[in-house]
């Protein structure tokens, strides 16, 4: 092949590509009966796709209503034939035979139409409708008769199906073409010389069909003509083609024609019967018949104009005579359009599940629709019912795309049931549907949500380890894994000590974390304590609970969580330890559990001779402490208690007959439920004035000579003398230490207090109250600071005393030095008070007959 030629073949490819780019739809063209596998066009390269894309955006053809007999190679991307192409089976005599062909290109989701157009070769040859046919012909014809032949039919078109006929050589007969219409010849038998039926009665010619292709094909008919003696007339019809044209929906049984003939002759001889021959289609001899004696012509089948619009046919008429003559003529029956089909609806391609982030113009679907009426009636509009978010775009004729219009949000829709509906221009209208259904697929677009922002939760103390102490839930609309929601615990404040929650340190009580007492489970959401609570270690838990999801980024949400814990009577009152040589009230220690005191005879009723001291762990009402004398009760006992004091005082004067020792025991409560309590056993020595004022001035010394604390055995002259002889030491000793004392203590807070009377340092803060009726109690702190204050009416004066001797009765090992403690002590209607501080005693502060109250820091109240 030349450069020129060459150069036209691009050009023609150029213009073929380019045509395609632009309009989305490309022709090839193919002969039929091509090899399986012939190349029909690169399809691939003409729509514009790369090499070695094909495959992967998986072109490939649209399935449709006819057989294609061709298919899209994958590797190379060609359109190629697949199987045996007849253009006869696809198209029939319809011309051009196109065959219109989707392809779909994927990533991204478009649609091509591809016209494929068969030509047609001469493969198939004329065919007669018989291998004889039988004529006869009266002798008396004259020249110039003619015959009508039925003519061979091609299925072939154009060139291959122009037909030319031919004769055997012949004397008598030669052959005339006729075209009874715009599409057919009719060969004609012409007779040239009279027949004589006596020198040749059969006539055997050979009539010779020859179609215009390239080779010629042919088809031949035997003619047997027998000539027959007589009638010389043939039936004659009125006009030599009829035309009628019905709707295709016309009933069966429906008059299509009446044709007539008449013969000249008379008798039998003009005595017509009527014969329908030379259908074309054949398949009209299925739909009409002939009544042989009127020459009605009526309906027996249904018609389809989208079958076959015309058909022709052509009719005989014969005559009764001997030989029968016979006249002809041509029926073109042309089947008119109706509206008795509904537009088709079919989907192509269809993309699900939507993700419910789609960008709006998103393609959901590719549709096609077509109607096979003509016209008005094939004209076709379509909608989607409901339409929702989706609307339909047309791409090219036939062809829709179902695409997004709004954002989807699948919590509030799932799922969409939507139509696509086509109604053609017909009168009535007909319409056609297809159902879509279009779910909507999750993303993670929402976050957990807990029911509540602040969850409020008392739990007692004591609890169970592991017990339930609420439940936390987070609703998540979305599914799946996007919808999990895990649990989780965020450490926050905790609430605890002596101030309130909301002031503590945040995180931690002593370096504790949050979640050291409680944990969330991570699926249920379920709040468990992990040990035991303690009202006395923490009051107040504040944390955060996070739920995060198992999407893809995960989202979260947080919740606060306020745990208040409820304070139990789990702690019973504990009494005040002894100093190390003794005790409150001008007690001193003996044995284990004992407290000892003073009192002098003839003191009168109401002198208080000594002072309990308590404490309760617990809080409000279990911490709410009364006292009660338990041993001895009635009117004879010589002592009463305090109910809320604690204070011993005489009952009644006191005399000698009343004995050297009165034993006591007070049972300490607290107002919880059930209440809990401890008993303190009080044993009251009864001594001069003198010895008893000594004694409660050497309360806490172990300097005292041991004959002055000898009890019973030291009370002659000798030992009243001593006694006399050291209580001067004494007060002389207490003077010079009180002065000393006094002196310090001013130069301390005059020098290093930053606020009058208050002295701070490192460790726990605590609040020690001594009132007139009062108990101890006493508050935990991080930090410590002693103060000096105003408090009840009463003048008392803190002196260190001197040391004194265990009083009467004390064991030996009590002379060893115990842990300092707050110390009262009151004698007589003069009173002096010694205030030890080292360490916490109490939590709480109690007025008479008042409840207790959260006390403060350390405070020195005189």
């Known amino acids: 092949m030349g450069e020129c030629a060459w150069g036209a073949v691009l050009r023609v490819v150029a213009v073929q590509a380019a045509w395609a780019l632009c309009w989305g739809q490309v022709r090839y063209s193919v002969p039929e009966e091509a090899k399986a596998g012939t190349v029909v066009g690169r399809v691939a390269q003409d729509l514009g796709v790369e090499a070695g894309e094909a495959e992967a955006r998986r072109l490939r053809l649209v399935p449709g209503d006819r057989r294609a007999s061709v298919e899209v190679s994958g590797a190379s991307g060609a359109l190629v034939v697949s199987s045996r192409l007849d253009r006869e089976e696809l198209c029939g005599k319809s011309a051009p035979c196109a065959l219109r062909l989707e392809v779909l290109l994927e990533r991204p989701l478009r649609v091509f139409h591809v016209e494929l157009e068969v030509t047609d070769i001469n493969d198939n040859a004329p065919i007669f409708p018989a291998a004889r046919k039988n004529i006869s012909i009266a002798e008396s014809s004259l020249v110039g008769s003619r015959f009508p032949l039925e003519g061979a039919s091609d299925a072939d078109i154009g060139a291959n199906a122009q037909l030319s006929y031919t004769l055997s050589p012949s004397e008598h007969f030669s052959l005339d073409l006729q075209k009874s219409n715009e ?68 009933s069966v049984g429906t008059l299509v024609a009446q044709v007539n003939a008449t013969d000249a002759d008379e008798g039998s001889n003009s005595e017509v019967t009527y014969t329908a021959t030379s259908f074309i289609p054949p398949s009209g001899r299925d739909v009409i018949s002939m009544n042989p004696k009127t020459g009605e012509i009526h309906l027996t089948g249904a018609l389809d104009f989208e079958e076959v619009s015309i058909f022709d046919f052509h009719i005989e008429a014969r005559d009764q005579g001997t030989p029968p003559l016979s006249g002809h003529c041509s029926v073109e029956l042309e089947v008119l359009d109706v509206n008795d089909n509904a537009p088709e609806v079919r989907v192509t391609s269809l993309s699900v599940p939507v993700p419910e982030d789609a960008s709006l113009g998103t393609v959901v679907a590719l549709l096609s629709v077509w109607d096979r009426d003509s016209g008005s009636n094939g004209r076709v509009r379509c909608w989607v019912w409901p339409s929702g978010p989706f609307v339909l775009e047309a791409t090219l004729s036939g062809s829709y795309s179902l695409v997004l219009r709004e954002l989807l949000d699948r919590e509030r829709v799932s799922e969409y049931e939507v139509e696509v509906r086509a109604e053609d221009g017909g009168s009535p209208s007909l319409g056609g549907r297809v159902g879509l259904r279009v779910p909507v697929s999750d993303v993670n677009d929402n976050a957990p949500s807990f029911t509540q922002a602040v969850y409020t939760v008392l739990a007692r103390e004591n609890n169970l380890a592991g017990a339930e102490l609420a439940r936390l839930w987070a609703r998540d609309p979305d599914e799946a894994g996007n919808g999990r929601v895990s649990y989780s615990l965020w450490e926050g404040a905790l609430g605890g000590g002596s101030g309130p929650w909301w002031s ?15 944990s969330v489970e991570a699926e249920s959401g379920v709040l468990r304590a992990l040990r035991p609570l303690d009202y006395e270690e923490v009051q107040v838990l504040q944390f955060e ?55 002098s005879w003839g003191s009168p009723s109401g002198q208080v001779v000594a002072k309990l001291r308590a404490v309760d762990a617990d809080s409000g009402y279990n911490a709410w402490l009364r006292y009660e004398l338990w041993e001895p009760r009635g009117k004879s006992a010589l ?21 050297p020792r009165q034993r006591l025991v007070i049972v300490v409560r607290d107002h919880g439920e059930p209440a809990r309590s401890a008993t303190a056993t009080l044993s009251v020595s009864l001594v001069e004035g003198g010895e008893a004022a000594l004694a409660a001035a050497a309360g806490s010394s172990s300097l005292l000579p041991r004959s002055l604390a000898g009890g019973e055995s030291g009370s002659g002259p000798a030992a009243a003398a001593a006694a006399a002889t050291n209580v001067w030491l004494v007060v002389a000793i207490c003077g010079v230490s009180s002065l000393f004392l006094l002196a310090v203590v001013l130069y301390g807070a005059s020098r290093w207090a930053p606020r009058a009377a208050v002295l701070s340092g490192p460790g726990p803060t605590t609040l020690v109250c001594a009132s007139e009726v009062g108990s101890w109690s006493y508050s935990q702190r991080h930090s410590r600071s002693l103060c000096v204050a105003d408090g009840a009416a009463k003048s008392d004066l803190m002196v260190f005393s001197p040391n004194f001797p265990p009083p009467p009765g004390a064991a030996a090992k009590d002379t060893q030095p115990e842990p300092p403690s707050l110390l009262d002590t009151v004698s007589g209607p003069s009173s002096f008070s010694l205030f030890l501080l080292s360490r916490p005693l109490g939590r709480q502060c109690s007025e008479p007959g008042s409840a207790p109250a959260v006390a403060g820091p350390w405070v020195l109240c005189r």
């Open 183 to 250: 599409r057919n010849i009719v060969p004609e038998l012409v007779l040239r010389k009279p027949l004589d039926r006596e020198t040749m009665a059969v006539h055997r010619l050979l009539l010779t069909a020859s179609d215009g292709g390239r080779p010629s094909l042919t088809g031949t008919m035997e003619l047997v003509i027998s000539v027959l003696d007589a009638n010389d007339n043939a039936p004659q019809f009125n006009q030599s083609v009829y035309k009628v044209q019905l709707p295709e929906n016309a």
């Open 504 to 518: 503590g340190t945040s995180g931690s009580v002593g370096g504790v974390a949050a979640s050291s007492y409680v």
């Open 545 to 599: 609970v996070r739920a995060v999801d198992a999407g893809e980024p995960s989202l979260c949400g947080n919740a606060t969580v306020q745990l208040f814990v409820l304070d139990e009577n789990d702690n019973a009152p504990a009494l005040l330890p002894a100093a190390g040589g003794g005790s409150e009230a001008g007690a001193v220690s003996g044995e284990a559990g004992t407290l000892w005191a003073w009192a």
């Open 639 to 659: 002592f009463r208690v305090g109910l809320y004091s604690g204070e011993v005082s005489t009952a009644r004067a006191l005399e000698e007959a009343d004995g």
